[in-house]
């Protein structure tokens, strides 16, 4: 399995009352399955996507990326493990507005060992997601679908073992929304495994599987 997530929760505290937004959470997923999570907002999808990528610590329970748990490790352990086996893609626009598309794209691989061929693949991957000629471009200039797929495509830069996306297609038209899920299939038929969150019902033809989660349960 490349994620294994066992008993996972994560307690937060409202008004004096303490309350669960990930309640005993556990999930399996193998090599190269494109899975989705769906439920309203609010009801823990991104709470559980965080623990996940190791940027939120748990309350209790255990995640496992390709067999290794992830908050054993120190923070250097962590932060390279992140790098090298998972790519990232937060929701919303998270690019950083001085560097060009080229360097948002590699800036994941200019922060590991992994520089030589970097720009080449950013190009091969620019070009794959229709953005060929759009590498010198700040984000500014780009459109909302053309940055998601630039989020998208960052996330890969490093050959992750596992992406992971909250709510990619959110605030796009059909078309975009349409042209992102048909990447992903085509991306975990590579051998990648995917796992996003939406609350978009009419895309999950693309996906494998789907869970459902609800107040913190994931069913």
């Given at each position: 399995?490349?994620?294994?997530?066992?008993?996972?929760s994560?307690?937060?505290?409202?008004?004096?009352?303490?309350?669960l937004?990930?309640?005993d959470?556990?999930?399996s997923?193998?090599?190269?399955?494109?899975?989705?999570?769906?439920?309203?907002?609010?009801c823990?999808?991104?709470?559980?996507?965080?623990?996940?990528?190791?940027?939120?610590?748990?309350?209790?329970?255990?995640?496992?990326?390709?067999?290794s748990?992830?908050?054993g490790?120190?923070?250097?352990?962590?932060a390279?493990?992140?790098?090298e086996?998972?790519?990232?893609?937060?929701?919303?626009?998270?690019?950083?507005?001085?560097?060009?598309?080229?360097?948002?794209?590699?800036?994941?691989?200019?922060?590991?060992?992994?520089?030589?061929?970097?720009k080449?693949?950013a190009?091969e991957?620019?070009?794959?997601?229709?953005?060929?000629?759009?590498e010198?471009?700040?984000?500014?200039?780009?459109?909302?679908g053309?940055?998601?797929?630039?989020?998208?495509?960052?996330?890969?830069?490093?050959?992750?073992?596992?992406?992971?996306?909250?709510?990619?297609?959110?605030?796009?038209?059909?078309?975009?929304?349409?042209?992102?899920?048909?990447?992903?299939?085509?991306?975990?038929?590579?051998?990648?495994?995917?796992?996003?969150?939406?609350?978009?019902?009419?895309?999950?033809?693309?996906?494998?599987?789907?869970?459902?989660?609800?107040?913190?349960?994931?069913?």
């Amino acid at each position: 399995m490349i994620l294994e997530i066992k008993n996972l929760s994560k307690e937060y505290k409202r008004k004096d009352e303490i309350f669960l937004a990930v309640n005993d959470v556990n999930l399996s997923i193998s090599e190269g399955e494109f899975a989705s999570i769906v439920g309203p907002s609010g009801c823990g999808k991104s709470t559980l996507l965080n623990m996940v990528a190791g940027l939120l610590k748990p309350t209790s329970g255990e995640v496992f990326i390709d067999g290794s748990e992830i908050f054993g490790k120190n923070k250097n352990e962590l932060a390279l493990l992140r790098n090298e086996k998972i790519g990232y893609v937060l929701q919303g626009q998270n690019l950083l507005s001085n560097f060009t598309i080229l360097d948002n794209v590699c800036m994941p691989a200019y922060l590991s060992t992994r520089k030589k061929t970097v720009k080449d693949r950013a190009m091969e991957l620019l070009e794959e997601v229709g953005l060929k000629g759009m590498e010198e471009e700040y984000p500014a200039r780009l459109s909302s679908g053309e940055l998601r797929r630039v989020s998208i495509i960052r996330g890969l830069i490093n050959n992750p073992k596992i992406i992971i996306a909250d709510e990619p297609t959110s605030n796009l038209d059909p078309e975009n929304s349409k042209m992102i899920m048909k990447f992903f299939k085509e991306i975990s038929s590579k051998g990648t495994t995917i796992l996003i969150s939406t609350h978009n019902i009419g895309l999950l033809d693309y996906t494998q599987k789907t869970y459902e989660m609800e107040k913190g349960i994931l069913k």
